[in-house]
């Protein structure tokens, strides 16, 4: 006889507010296996363990309900209390009377609580049928891929590679160093970006368990945690790595003319190119889309100028495979283009530059020798007015989020301005000043101080041009009047946008992505660096917008779960995996196709006991199922079983409500 | 020949007289002939969509059903007002087909509505269904030597989601059609800032002012001329310029035309029908850049001094 026990939480005010929690222990007292119920504030506490851990032994409990949260947020824990009573943690089941009941139905009490009553019953009657599980041993490829080689790429793969773990780190331009490498100075130190980025760019190129693969991009990841297969495209550079001295003969003598990513396109490069000259690894490619040589079959000079030979127009694009047991993506951010702003009159006014142009006019290398300069005439200009928020909080126009860098990088640049132009002026539109971190509301203070930046809270409304000048238009709310600025440049700090291809990638690595692409979160407080899918990790701003100082913690917490996760030679997993039932498999091999997670084989056993001939049947690889319960559904003979959802399990389920 | 519904609205039978008959004069030339819509009714204007919703979507729905009656997919509209409570009730309708139902019960006499015609602004009409380069094609006299500053007003181009067409901000459609006549059209920052609209005769000081910031741009970007599509932004910035300059105490003389008349003029139509007499600010000086054009006629009447602002409130 099924001894059951029933565990009812308070969740705080969470479920006892809609719930009427005191009612659901009394009806399931009522269920003739339930031998003990009672109900508490907070189940999950040491405490509510406790309860759960004596109701074990003294009642001779045979399977465990605990009616709380959803099973994702503390089933691992509650399974922990039963093992610790020395129970069989699989006999546990959750109900989930709070994200299925009481903050769903929180108009209607009764209803609520009667849902959480249907919840226990069901909970109760599955129990019954719950077998001993043991978890599953699963061998680990102690190897993990870093994808992207920003600040968040670097300090992952350094942070990993240093417990010597070996890393895969690939990056799609030519050159790691991210978006960090674009930036002058940084906040609230003003410490020089590439003196404190280059040494750590340079330690990733010469770290004996780092694998650099520059202008390539993951093109398939299949397998499961501790056991993935990924496939890199390593794109054509034209060049050879292993001859070519980086010496810059080739893209000197170049012909073609390119607007320079590097510094937002005002300069050029050539066709043959380092993206800087602080490059790793510092060897340049062909941008085969503008190369003459590669389009037309014209030119080859800087075959002609190499004397090394290492030019190669034959090259073609390569597949690297790796074995690799985790995965960090630090695939960073974009920058959202102020288009819509037509009321400024983005492209038409030249003077109007982002951010990311001031950062790199301002920058010791940058395309105007870290002077800024109006892009229309050349000259230096003295009233600069910084509008905040550009696409950032903006639901009609732009983005509902705050970018959270913005106010800091302003304040930065209006610091950068003052000392390049000793003579100038900058005037600040904002909205709020949000400078939550350590040191930024001193250097906020002490650079409006400093600069004497004039600050005005208020949207700008308008651009218009007046001579040679650009007239900046806004509300000075403070005022409660419209106030007009004389600018001779305007920079927008745009908002900080989820890379375009995040969606891509997130299909392709099997995790999720939010509505503006950025990639989810396990949990957004408990979790913040794990995906939903085991094994995958996230650091930077391709999880949400973040400075440097909070992008490198990210970065340093997914390389100590990588470490984590390769500490020991195996990994435990869940036992909720299919098994088939050779006796009744007629190998139709539906769920063969069926698996989201290619954990179906085939595999050949004797047709009858003693038998010499053969017959396929299907086959499932415990290690690769994730118990998602597809095969059990589409199989027609009923041959596959599902640990933890068996068809008794569900049936009991259903009878009892 | 093609068939346009026209909505003429209040003012082309007033003080937008030569709007409305310079668009006949090209629509003419252009093979278009209109249709009115019988029995047509006032579109509510400012007045009704501050008062009741079911008013301000119930006057133009009228319209729209009578329209419906006529076998054209299109109407024209000359005035921006009318144009705008016209295809805010049309988009509104269509996007909620419970409402429309709800609204058309208070005109079920006149029939169902069913959305079955597209409602466009002259300029828009002009511009997609005509063409910039069949207007091209039509000049005989060209407007070279013509620098003018194309103002859109507040409503030809917003909102955004509800017109589709052109850019809120900084429209263009005018501006092509203007050099397509061989006029230049200026760089005018001020295309969609406010003229102050319908306050021009509850608080006259809001207009002069306004009207007074449009004007001062135009001149700025080089202008001899001011062109429009909506019958309010006419009479603010030409009928209130003399005011405006005198509390500026700057002379302004920038005449102000409806598109329609320099089409009509570019068209070759004799200048005596382009209703020249009923603009306050002269129009021969602007005009004098194209060349030798036949003379303007002289003011029939001598023009109506603008009404001072009264001081209401002692």
């Known amino acids: ?413 209006t610091i950068l301005l003052h000392h390049k132009v000793h003579d100038s002026h900058a005037y600040v539109f904002y909205m709020d000043i949000r400078a939550a971190g350590k040191g930024y509301e001193e250097f906020v203070k002490k650079a409006q101080v400093d600069t004497g930046t004039t600050y005005l809270r208020g949207r700008v409304s308008k651009i218009y041009k007046k001579g040679d000048k650009l007239m900046v238009r806004g509300e000075d709310a403070q005022l409660g009047q419209v106030v007009e600025v004389e600018a001779d440049m305007v920079v927008l700090a745009t908002a900080v946008s989820a890379p375009k291809d995040n969606p891509d990638l997130a299909r392709l690595l099997g995790i999720s992505y939010d509505k503006y692409g950025y990639l989810s979160e396990a949990h957004p407080k408990l979790r913040p660096v794990e995906t939903a899918k085991a094994g995958i990790f996230l650091a930077g701003c391709t999880q949400a917008p973040k400075d440097i100082p909070e992008t490198v913690s990210q970065a340093s917490a997914c390389a100590a779960k990588v470490c984590g996760l390769f500490a020991g030679d195996t990994m435990k997993k869940d036992p909720m995996v299919s098994t088939i039932n050779n006796e009744y498999c007629s190998g139709c091999q539906n769920c063969v196709k069926v698996c989201p997670y290619g954990a179906i084989v085939t595999d050949d056993v004797p047709i009858g006991h003693g038998s010499k001939e053969l017959r396929t049947v299907a086959k499932i690889n415990e290690g690769v199922c994730q118990g998602c319960g597809s095969c059990v559904a589409i199989c027609r003979s009923m041959a596959i079983n599902l640990a933890g959802f068996t068809d008794p399990q569900i049936i009991n389920e259903i009878v009892s409500i | ?149 194309c103002y859109y007003g507040c409503l030809l181009t917003r909102p955004k989601n509800i017109t589709k067409f052109d850019s809120p901000e900084y429209p263009v459609s005018m501006d092509q059609i203007c050099e397509a006549l061989g006029a230049t059209a200026t760089e005018f920052d001020y295309k969609t800032e406010c003229c102050g609209a319908s306050f021009s005769i509850s608080n006259t000081e809001v207009v002069l002012n306004l009207s007074g910031q449009i004007l001062a741009m135009a001149k700025e970007s080089g202008a001899h001329a001011i062109v429009v599509a909506c019958p309010l932004c006419q009479s603010n910035l030409d009928m209130r310029q003399p005011d405006i300059e005198k509390q500026q105490g700057v002379k302004y003389d920038i005449p102000v035309f409806y598109i329609t008349q320099l089409m009509a003029l570019a068209f070759g139509n004799p200048v005596d029908q382009l209703k020249f007499p009923k603009h306050i600010v002269p129009v021969e000086g602007a005009l004098a850049n194209i060349g030798k054009i036949d003379p303007v006629p002289q003011k029939v009447k001598k023009p109506i001094k603008a009404v001072e602002a009264e001081s209401e409130v002692e």
């Open chain 1, 1 to 413: 006889m099924a001894r059951v026990g029933v565990f009812v939480c308070f969740c705080g005010a969470n479920i006892a507010d809609y719930v009427d929690v005191p009612q659901v222990v009394e009806e399931v007292k009522r269920i003739k296996e339930v031998k003990f119920a009672t109900e508490y504030k907070y189940m999950c506490s040491d405490p509510g363990q406790g309860m759960i851990r004596d109701a074990i032994v003294q009642n001779k409990l045979t399977s465990i309900v605990v009616a709380a949260c959803s099973p994702r947020m503390h089933e691992k824990t509650f399974r922990k209390a039963l093992s610790d009573a020395g129970m069989n943690p699989y006999l546990l089941e959750v109900a989930n009377i709070r994200e299925h009941s009481s903050w769903v139905h929180q108009k209607d009490k009764k209803a609520a609580t009667e849902k959480a009553m249907d919840l226990c019953r069901m909970a109760v009657a599955k129990s019954i049928a719950n077998e001993q599980l043991h978890e599953i041993s699963v061998p680990v490829t102690k190897r993990a891929l870093v994808i992207g080689g920003g600040i968040a790429g670097i300090q992952a793969a350094l942070d990993i590679a240093d417990a010597r773990i070996p890393v895969v780190l690939v990056e799609r331009s030519p050159s790691i160093g991210g978006k960090m490498a674009q930036l002058d100075e940084t906040f609230p130190t003003l410490d020089c970006a590439q003196c404190i980025l280059t040494p750590k760019m340079v330690d990733v190129a010469s770290h004996p368990y780092i694998e650099l693969i520059p202008y390539s991009e993951v093109i398939e990841l299949q397998g499961f945690v501790g056991n993935y297969k990924v496939r890199i495209k390593k794109k054509a550079s034209y060049v050879n790595f292993k001859t070519c001295t980086g010496c810059g003969a080739c893209w000197q003598k170049c012909p073609v003319k390119v607007p320079n990513e590097y510094n937002m396109g005002i300069d050029k490069r050539k066709a043959i190119y380092t993206p800087f000259p602080q490059a790793v690894p510092n060897k340049p490619v062909i941008d085969a889309e503008h190369c003459t040589m590669l389009t037309k079959g014209k030119c080859g000079i800087c075959a002609k100028v190499c004397d090394k030979g290492s030019i190669d127009y034959t090259m073609q694009d390569e597949i690297i495979e790796r074995e690799i047991g985790a995965v960090v993506v630090a695939t960073g951010y974009d920058m959202w283009d102020p288009k819509p702003y037509e009321e400024y009159g983005v492209g038409r006014f030249k003077d109007i530059i982002t951010s990311l142009e001031f950062e790199r006019m301002v920058s010791a290398n940058g395309p105007t020798n870290g002077v800024p300069i109006r892009p229309s005439d050349g000259k230096v200009p003295k009233n600069v007015v910084f509008i905040k928020c550009v696409g950032s909080r903006d639901e009609a126009k732009g983005i509902e989020y705050c970018s959270k860098i913005c106010c800091m990088y302003t304040t930065k640049h």
């Open chain 2, 1 to 149: 020949m093609k068939k346009l519904t026209y909505f003429p609205g209040c003012s082309a039978h007033g003080t937008s007289e030569e709007f409305d008959s310079t668009l006949k004069l090209v629509l003419k030339t252009l093979d278009v002939e209109l249709e009115d819509i019988p029995d047509w009714n006032c579109c509510g204007a400012t007045s009704a969509h501050v008062m009741t919703e079911n008013l301000a979507y119930a006057l133009p729905m009228r319209n729209l059903v009578l329209a419906e009656k006529l076998e054209n997919t299109t109407m024209g509209i000359a005035c921006a007002s009318c144009y705008q409570r016209m295809k805010v009730t049309k988009v509104h309708m269509d996007e909620n087909p419970e409402l429309a139902q709800r609204i058309n019960t208070t005109v079920v006499e006149e029939g169902t509505y069913k959305g079955t015609v597209d409602v466009k602004s002259m300029l828009q009409y002009f511009y997609e269904d005509i063409g910039v380069e069949t207007i091209r094609g039509k000049v005989t006299k060209s407007l070279a030597g013509l620098k003018v500053a």
